[in-house]
């Protein structure tokens, strides 16, 4: 029912920006919890950030604390990730996910949709 598509990856120097998009489509991203997960190669994909069903509040992972952030646009139905001061260590595919709970997850197998991913390369 619920449909994800990623997008805004690309390549970035070190210290560089991007800003990903999750557009959804079945239902409203605000009515949902929504969560934003990476995957480095050769590693497990790991909880970025996430916004309850409330819509109130957005949680970060401490490594993107005070560097990434969680926005909506409801009337497009679209949610963001900003990707600020980008790190190489930053470097993964970053995964849109959704959940039929009001409440986030920081784990993968809770949620119920996802995007097909977009790819993130920080060099230098």
Same mark, same amino acid.
């Given at each position: 029912?619920? $449909?994800? #598509?990623? /997008?805004? !990856? *690309?390549?970035?120097?070190?210290? *560089? ?6 557009? =959804? /489509? ?12 990476? $995957? ?16 109130? *509040?957005? %949680? &970060? ?7 990434? @952030? ?7 139905? =679209?949610? &963001?990730? $900003? ?10 595919? %970053? &995964? ?5 709970? %009001?409440?986030?997850? @920081? ?5 119920? &949709?996802? *995007?097909? !991913? @977009?790819?993130? =390369? #920080? +060099? +230098?």
């Amino acid at each position: 029912q619920v $449909q994800l #598509v990623e /997008s805004g !990856g *690309g390549l970035v120097q070190a210290g *560089g920006s991007l800003r990903l998009s999750c557009a =959804t /489509s079945g239902r409203s991203s605000s009515s949902i919890s929504m969560g934003w997960f990476r $995957q480095a190669p050769g590693k497990e994909r790991e909880f970025v950030s996430g916004i309850n069903r409330s819509g109130v *509040g957005t %949680y &970060y992972t401490d490594s993107v604390k005070g560097r990434f @952030t969680l926005s909506r646009d409801n009337a497009k139905n =679209t949610v &963001y990730l $900003q990707l600020n001061s980008l790190r190489p260590e930053d470097t993964a595919v %970053y &995964y849109c996910a959704a959940r039929n709970y %009001y409440l986030f997850s @920081t784990l993968a197998r809770d949620y119920d &949709y996802w *995007g097909q !991913g @977009t790819q993130v =390369t #920080v +060099s +230098s």
